[in-house]
């Protein structure tokens, strides 16, 4: 007999992907033979998201220069620990030019376009869901396990909805794709959305087990 922690680990979490499938794009039609016949998923760029927003990070220059100081100063001193304080003041300067800036986020937002993003959803009857990803009444809406326990699907995370996407300068490379992939705009909220990334795998299609 399972025990409930044996039930609650058992217990499946439904995730949804809504689906185009218009009978005149042969690129939307093979992606859903390829999810239902090779079992395989389309992982696409934030680039062709609808929402022009969604992933990109913003102008580090906009962070105000109390918490840019900061940071700059931690990141010096983890990179720099031997440093003179004159070569730690240097670096810091430096830092904080606007051309570092710039390049800084340059580099961050390179990292999130080359991931392969996978939108799932926890609703599945939403009308506005439907009108979006799904061609209105005419287009699919999948069901694929999501639980914790399941290999691919498990990996699901939620998305956080924030009034704007955050510049998680504080955090390494991995966090930062991270926490940017997983912030969009209180306006989507309804969505209740899940996303798979892969880093560097954008526009690819991969495998998921059955």
């Known amino acids: 007999m399972l025990t409930s922690e ?9 995730l949804y992907k809504y689906l185009a499938c218009p009978a005149d794009d042969k690129t939307r039609k093979g992606r859903v033979s390829n ?10 760029s934030r680039q062709d998201f609808n929402d022009p927003f ?3 990070i913003p102008s580090l220059s906009q962070i105000p220069g109390t918490f840019l100081k900061r940071w700059a100063e931690e990141f010096v001193d983890r990179k720099f620990p031997d440093h003179s304080e004159s ?10 030019l606007a051309n570092t800036l710039k390049e800084i986020r340059r580099r961050l937002q390179d990292t999130v376009d080359n991931a392969g ?15 979006n990803y799904a061609d209105n009444p005419t287009g699919l809406c999948l069901e694929f396990d999501g639980s914790s326990n ?23 490379a991995e966090c930062q794709m991270r926490r940017v992939i997983l912030t969009k705009s209180k306006h989507w ?3 209740k959305e899940y996303r798979i990334f892969k880093p560097d795998q954008a526009k690819q299609n ?3 087990p059955v």
């Open 54 to 56: 969604d992933c990109a």
């Open 6 to 14: 044996s039930q609650k680990n058992f217990e499946t979490m439904p």
């Open 189 to 191: 909220s309804y969505e």
């Open 206 to 208: 991969i495998d998921y």
């Open 150 to 172: 399941c290999n691919f699907f498990g990996e699901a995370q939620p998305v956080e909805y924030e009034d704007y996407t955050p510049s998680p300068l504080h955090e390494n």
């Open 117 to 131: 993003i996978s939108c799932c959803s926890a609703v599945r009857d939403d009308i506005l869901m439907w009108a």
């Open 87 to 96: 070569e730690k003041s240097n670096e810091i300067d430096t830092l904080m």
């Open 35 to 44: 999810i239902l016949v090779e079992h395989q998923l389309f992982f696409a």
